[in-house]
């Protein structure tokens, strides 16, 4: 026939349209509403073959006259129909000849496997067939199942919407997938889908097309379970991660298995006292430094009578140029406890404790996990997170005090000072004017601040060169079995990327009020906002950042802690005192705080867009965003609610009830999910 059948779909009903002839045309439809689809019918046929029938039929007149047109297409029809033939037939005679010499070389013995092998031809012979009819078999059944159980039922149901759906069978499957879904049996592809758009920072539509009218997706009673699901998971795992990491920790000590007790022969009951001591100073510097960034902005005189001591912390630090002295000093103190931390807590190569198997101890003793979390959510996260919203009563006393004066002492020291003569150089570079608050100095003050510049600068110069000794003495706190030189080359690639860390959070907030229009002409930079002032996502980073920072510091505290006995020889024949004080920790603390923090901070905060470039800053990004989604350390939340009721802090809009809420508000509202209140340092950076 020259012509199909149709088959014509219909809001309420299906029905056939038959096709009607004409003299002097092909064949035409009855006429069909606007309501209908027409979906012809038609036996497949091999391309070519189509293109000749509808040369041959479209062509006008007659079908059977002898024009040339028709006789020249009937012709192309044949030579196609012969050349399909010859295909077959000489594709049926090549696997002839192929089976024919393959068999002739089994049965001859001429094969790898007749020949090498020892096999007998007959073996052979079996053993080939048998692997081509499994492997037939293999893609027999898969190519069964794909065409005949998926790709037919989709054609036919994309052909037939209608029809498909009206069969009464369809209903039981609705119903019975329904129940499966409702017996939750995958529902955790939900958790898994939050943590995977987490990870891959997977963003909604919306955010990419901008449509008038077009409306946020609403939150259904699934999102919601989820999150409390999540929620309660996170608390409940991590806090449970909290203890045994504590426990751990301490039986290291209490049988001496760590440095401190073993190599450098402390009593267990000093190291404990030493530990705790420092991880409650640590809580104060990190907590405090946000406190006292977070105040500048608030009138001195009302908070005077009710939080004298936070009056007196204020008025020190935001005196002159002290904030940025404070932040300078703060920052090698808080590696330098970190570093002493890691003394008193770190286990020795092969420590056993409570009788846990091997895995275990290697888990929370060998990689060092449970100094870590323990040090991030006791001494660092639950501090910052109280301090967010509290900050009058944070640092209301003396011990605030006390770490407000060896902060200042240290950068007054002129330990750091080589970080200033690096500010100046990038300052210089960028053409930016160097703010002051404070009246230009002397001469006899210039000259006593390049004094101690030059100073600093030796004093980094000795820092690496104990460090570089120490590593290629084998005399440091890096695990057994790493060679010296990849010793070093890891050193520097952790204080790497604790730098890049460091210098992201100085340089997304330098940008965080700079223009779309300004952004768009940094596209790597523009990405990584884009990503990063999403949603929760800072919060989320800001968090994660402190524990990815927190972990690569203790690997370079070990890594950088000269750690030598009292049988072996002194470095660079120093005395015993002098040795003693250099295995304290203070030279990698030296190098961690200026090459692999305080550097990083001056050149972001100098090209931040720039620095936002770096192809690598989206990997550490997701990388944060992970950590943060994982709940390691959602235990801090737990930690922080006690810790805020035994010493009953209050929210500082209690004391402040005068001020601006915008102005007493802001930080909490910025740090409103735990995230680490150095946003408000590295402004003032």
């Known amino acids: 026939s020259n012509s199909s059948t149709s088959i014509v779909v219909d809001h309420d009903n299906l029905k056939y349209a038959t096709p009607t002839f004409d003299d002097d045309s092909d064949a035409e439809y009855e006429e069909i509403s606007e309501h209908q689809v027409r979906f012809p019918i038609d036996l497949p046929r091999f391309p070519a073959d189509c293109e000749i029938e509808e040369e041959i039929f479209n062509s006008k007149g007659d079908p059977n ?22 295909k077959y037939l000489y594709s049926s005679i090549l696997l002839i000849i192929c089976l024919v010499i393959v068999h002739a070389a089994i049965f001859t013995g001429q094969t790898v496997g007749t020949k090498e092998l020892n096999m007998h031809p007959g073996g052979a012979i079996v053993v080939f067939w048998f692997l081509i009819v499994w492997l037939a078999m293999s893609l027999t059944g898969a190519m069964i199942t794909t065409v005949v159980g998926s790709l037919i039922w989709r054609v036919l149901a994309s052909s037939f919407p209608l029809a498909f759906l009206s069969n009464p069978v369809i209903h039981i499957f609705i119903r019975l997938c329904l129940l499966l879904e409702k017996s939750g049996i995958c529902s955790s592809a939900w958790i898994l889908a939050r943590f995977n758009t987490a990870a ?103 908070y ?87 900050m009058l009563d944070f640092i209301n006393n003396y011990f605030m005090l006390f770490t407000t004066y060896v902060s200042l002492a240290i950068e007054y020291s002129g330990l750091l000072h080589c970080v200033y003569l690096v500010q100046i150089v990038f300052y210089k570079i960028s053409g930016k004017p160097m703010e002051s608050n404070e009246s230009p100095r002397s001469a006899l003050q210039k000259g006593f601040f390049w004094g101690r510049v030059l100073m600093s600068l030796v004093i980094l110069g000795f820092c690496f060169a104990v460090t570089v000794k120490a590593l290629f003495d084998g005399k440091t706190g890096m695990w057994e079995g790493v060679p010296p030189s990849a010793s070093i080359v890891i050193l520097f690639i952790l204080m790497g990327v604790v730098g890049i860390l460091e210098g992201m959070q100085i340089a997304l907030f330098t940008v965080v009020n700079m223009s779309d229009e300004d952004l768009r002409d940094h596209p790597v930079a523009h990405a990584n906002c884009q990503l990063t002032f999403s949603g929760q996502n800072l919060q989320a980073f800001l968090i994660g950042r402190q524990i990815l920072v927190a972990t690569c510091m203790f690997v370079v505290a070990r890594i950088a802690t000269p750690v030598y006995g ?76 006690v810790n805020k009721w035994i010493a009953r802090y209050q929210p500082d809009e209690v004391y402040l009830v005068a001020i601006d809420a915008n102005t007493c508000a802001a930080p909490g509202k910025d740090l409103e999910m735990g995230v680490s209140v150095e946003k408000h340092a590295v402004l003032r950076d």
Not at 65 to 86: F, G, K, M, P
Not at 226 to 250: M, P, Q, R
Not at 278 to 286: D, G, K
Not at 583 to 610: C, E, K, N, Q, Y
């Open 65 to 86: 006259n002898e024009t040339d047109e028709y006789q020249e297409a009937q012709s192309r029809s044949i030579i196609t129909t012969v050349l399909e033939s010859l």
């Open 200 to 302: 891959a920072g997977y963003q909604l539509d919306k955010f990419y097309v901008k449509e008038d009218g077009a409306q946020a997706p609403k939150r259904t009673s699934r999102d919601e379970h989820i999150d409390l699901l999540l929620v309660i998971l996170k608390f409940s795992y991590s806090t449970i991660l909290l203890v045994a990491c504590v426990v751990v920790v301490h039986a290291a000590v209490f049988t001496e298995q760590t440095i401190a007790t073993r190599d450098l022969n402390i009593h267990p009951a000093v190291a404990f006292f030493i530990f705790w001591f420092l991880i409650v100073w640590l809580a104060m510097m990190e907590g405090g430094q946000g406190a006292l960034v977070g105040l500048q902005s608030i009138d001195k005189q009302k």
């Open 304 to 390: 005077a009578e009710t939080h004298p001591r936070t009056l007196l912390n204020a008025s020190i630090v935001h005196k002159g140029d002290n904030m940025e002295r404070f932040i300078i000093g703060r920052q090698y103190l808080n590696v330098l406890v970190i570093t002493v931390i890691n003394l008193m807590g770190s286990s020795i190569e092969g420590a056993s404790v409570l009788g846990l198997p091997q895995w275990v101890d290697n888990i929370f003793l060998a990689t060092g996990v449970g100094m870590i979390l323990t040090t991030i959510v006791v001494g660092q996260l639950a501090a910052q997170i109280n301090s967010a919203n509290c």
């Open 566 to 641: 009292d049988e072996d020889e002194n470095i660079f024949g120093l005395g015993d005192g002098i040795q003693s004080f250099l295995d304290i920790g203070l030279t990698g603390a030296m190098i961690t705080t200026v090459v692999g923090s305080l550097i990083w901070r001056v050149l972001a905060s100098s090209f931040p867009l720039a620095f936002l470039s770096n192809p690598l800053t989206i990997f550490f990004i997701r990388c944060c965003l992970f950590l943060e989604a994982s709940g390691l350390c959602a235990s801090a939340w737990v930690l922080a609610c």
